[in-house]
């Protein structure tokens, strides 16, 4: 046999070997989108200065330790009412034992409604761009608790945010 067919038949036979195992590591490395529990969070923002509150839905992982977990936060204040719905995605470093933390990105829109006397009455709606980290720890079986911080990269989003929240299952 010549070297170049002994060559394609060791890579047929290696193929074939990682085939067989690759349907056991892809479904362990699978996860699925589901609900997977929901939670509440509040918090204050700069830029405009409000305070905000919300709610957000643990709706699974895309594949080991990358979640996703939209939200929906409301803020007042600043002579606006500012609505922020977001699709966030979530890296957490599992690997910590205590504090879990988080690093990811929220994808969405911005509706802010300002109020009288605002030089900008009326209202406005735009993209929204987060950049979020965070840590947490599990309190109990099923929930969670958090602190987080998210960077407002879009024109309508507020700078900075610092949140807390609870989580259940």
Same mark, same amino acid.
């Given at each position: 046999?010549?070297?170049k067919k002994?060559?394609?038949?060791?890579?047929?036979?290696?193929i074939?070997i990682?085939?067989?195992f690759?349907?056991?590591?892809?479904?362990q @490395?699978?996860? !699925?989108i589901?609900?997977?529990?929901w939670g509440?969070?509040? *918090?204050?923002s700069? #830029?405009?200065d409000? $305070?905000?509150?919300?709610?957000?839905f643990n709706?699974? @992982?895309?594949? !080991?330790?990358?979640?996703?977990?939209?939200s929906?936060?409301? *803020?007042?204040?600043? #002579?606006?009412?500012l $609505?922020q719905m977001?699709?966030?995605?979530?890296?957490?470093?599992?690997?910590?034992q205590?504090w879990?933390?988080?690093l990811?990105?929220?994808?969405?829109?911005?509706?802010v409604?300002y109020?009288?006397?605002?030089?900008e009455?009326?209202?406005?709606?735009?993209?929204?761009?987060n950049?979020?980290g965070g840590?947490e720890?599990e309190?109990k079986?099923g929930?969670?608790l958090?602190?987080?911080?998210?960077?407002?990269l879009?024109h309508?989003?507020?700078d900075?945010?610092f949140?807390v929240?609870?989580?259940?299952?």
């Amino acid at each position: 046999m010549s070297n170049k067919k002994y060559i394609y038949l060791t890579v047929a036979i290696i193929i074939v070997i990682l085939a067989g195992f690759a349907p056991k590591a892809v479904a362990q @490395e699978m996860s !699925e989108i589901r609900f997977d529990g929901w939670g509440i969070r509040a *918090g204050l923002s700069s #830029d405009p200065d409000q $305070v905000y509150g919300g709610v957000h839905f643990n709706l699974g @992982e895309f594949t !080991e330790d990358v979640r996703f977990r939209p939200s929906v936060e409301v *803020g007042f204040g600043d #002579d606006r009412t500012l $609505v922020q719905m977001l699709a966030e995605v979530h890296y957490v470093f599992s690997k910590f034992q205590a504090w879990k933390p988080y690093l990811g990105g929220g994808l969405g829109l911005t509706y802010v409604n300002y109020d009288d006397g605002h030089p900008e009455d009326g209202s406005d709606t735009g993209g929204s761009l987060n950049a979020i980290g965070g840590v947490e720890t599990e309190l109990k079986q099923g929930m969670k608790l958090f602190f987080e911080f998210k960077l407002g990269l879009a024109h309508e989003d507020p700078d900075i945010k610092f949140g807390v929240g609870l989580s259940w299952k």
